[in-house]
Structure formats: C-alpha cells, structure tokens
C-alpha cells in the first residue's frame, strides 16, 4: 500500500504561481502512475495530470495546460505539480492519488491540499 501526504497548499493572487508536492511512501515501482486531481467547492472532483513513475509519461486536462506542470523525484519519492498563471476557478482541494499503470483506477490518495486563488 501506498501513502501520500500533499503539501505546499495556500492563498496566492489570481495570476501567480504556487508549487503542490506529493510524498509518497510505501512499495513503489515503475509500474505506478502518479495522478493530480482538484475539487471545487460544490463540483465533482476532476484530473488535473498524470506522470509514469517510469517515463515520466504526462498528460494534462485542458483546463491546465500550458499552464501546469508535473514532475518527480523518484529518488525522494516526491511528484510535483507546478501551477502557473493561477485564476479563481484553481480554487479547489489539490489531491494526488497512485495507481498501476495497467488500471485505470486509482485507489490510494492523499488527505488534500487546499488551494485558494484570489481575484
């Protein structure tokens, strides 16, 4: 089993930058891919991105990129999400979440980390 703990949350003004991490703990292998995902107040939670512990494989939702970038230290088992150009709508719980690359659920995660974008 996987844990994960997020950190690097905050308030920033709409069109700064902030840094989330994600420690993860545990077995991991090359076979994980790490996720990010964020939930609004009052919506459903959504993916953000995704990176192959292995590769480094990304992918992004169309609402981040350009303006968000993921990437790890897998010798510190540590996955980052860099948000650029922040407006209101990031406003959200940032939650990281690992699965195996041949699944497509994810099934363990962090407790969250709050993000607030202010205008």
């Known amino acids: 089993q996987v844990q994960l703990v997020e950190s690097g949350g905050g308030l920033v003004q709409a069109g700064g930058s902030l840094r989330l991490s994600c420690a993860a703990s545990?077995?991991?292998?090359?076979?994980?891919?790490m996720g990010w995902f964020r939930q609004a107040p009052g919506k459903e939670r959504e993916f953000v991105g995704s990176?192959?512990?292995?590769?480094?494989?990304?992918v992004y939702a169309d609402s981040v990129k350009g303006r968000f970038t993921i990437s790890r230290d897998n010798a510190k088992n540590l996955v980052y999400l860099q948000m650029n150009s922040l407006t209101p709508e990031g406003t959200a719980v940032y939650y990281c979440?690992?699965?195996?690359?041949?699944?497509?659920?994810?099934?363990?995660w962090g407790q969250g980390t709050q993000v607030t974008v202010s205008s």
């Open positions: 990176i192959s512990w292995s590769g480094g494989n990304r």
């Open positions: 979440a690992v699965r195996r690359a041949f699944t497509q659920a994810y099934d363990s």
């Open positions: 545990g077995r991991i292998t090359n076979s994980y891919v």
